[in-house]
């Protein structure tokens, strides 16, 4: 399984969250900042 | 969760979206959303496409995921890269906020 490298381009992504809105990683570029949260599971 | 939620201004104040990504479907995350009013963006991914992507590991023994987080700057590269080793490993929200200061400032 791979592993995302340090200072190197973060692999982009498209999920639709619960809304339907379609969101991408790009979606942020040079706009913000992105904290990718990995969750553990909350149910 | 709760402790994003209580930090998220502190994240907003230094323009970071926060994207909570998990193996749910979108029906739990909605209801758990609600449930905690959770002001940042919550990505169902019950397929696990991206989580495979990142590389978020599963622990077999411990029955689940196993936290991961990435911060990615304003121009898509992965600053911050940190996998954790059980349940509890995840980065304190200071941790996370004095990095992207020492991002923004450096």
Same mark, same amino acid.
């Given at each position: 399984?791979?592993?995302?490298?340090?200072?190197?381009?973060?692999?982009?992504?498209?999920?639709?969250?619960?809304?339907?809105?379609?969101?991408?990683?790009?979606?942020?570029?040079?706009?913000?900042?992105?904290?990718?949260?990995?969750?553990?599971?909350?149910? | 969760?709760?402790?994003?939620?209580?930090?998220?201004?502190?994240?907003?104040?230094?323009?970071?979206?926060?994207?909570?990504? $998990?193996?749910? =479907?979108?029906?739990?995350?909605?209801?758990?959303?609600?449930?905690?009013?959770?002001?940042? %963006? $919550?990505?169902?991914?019950?397929?696990?496409?991206?989580?495979?992507?990142?590389?978020?590991? %599963? =622990?077999?023994?411990?029955? $689940?995921?196993?936290?991961?987080?990435?911060?990615?700057?304003?121009?898509? %590269?992965?600053?911050?890269?940190?996998? $954790?080793?059980?349940?509890?490993?995840?980065?304190? =929200?200071?941790?996370?906020?004095?990095? %992207?200061?020492?991002?923004?400032?450096?």
């Amino acid at each position: 399984m791979s592993h995302v490298a340090f200072n190197a381009p973060a692999p982009d992504f498209s999920l639709v969250d619960f809304t339907g809105k379609t969101v991408s990683l790009s979606d942020f570029r040079g706009k913000t900042d992105v904290l990718l949260i990995f969750n553990r599971g909350f149910m | 969760m709760a402790q994003l939620r209580q930090d998220f201004a502190e994240f907003e104040k230094r323009k970071t979206t926060l994207l909570v990504i $998990g193996p749910e =479907n979108a029906a739990a995350f909605l209801k758990y959303w609600q449930e905690n009013s959770l002001p940042f %963006i $919550g990505l169902s991914d019950p397929e696990h496409v991206v989580l495979k992507l990142y590389g978020q590991q %599963i =622990n077999l023994f411990k029955f $689940g995921r196993m936290p991961a987080q990435v911060l990615v700057d304003i121009k898509g %590269i992965a600053r911050f890269v940190h996998y $954790g080793h059980d349940m509890t490993d995840i980065p304190k =929200n200071s941790e996370m906020l004095a990095l %992207i200061d020492s991002l923004s400032a450096g």
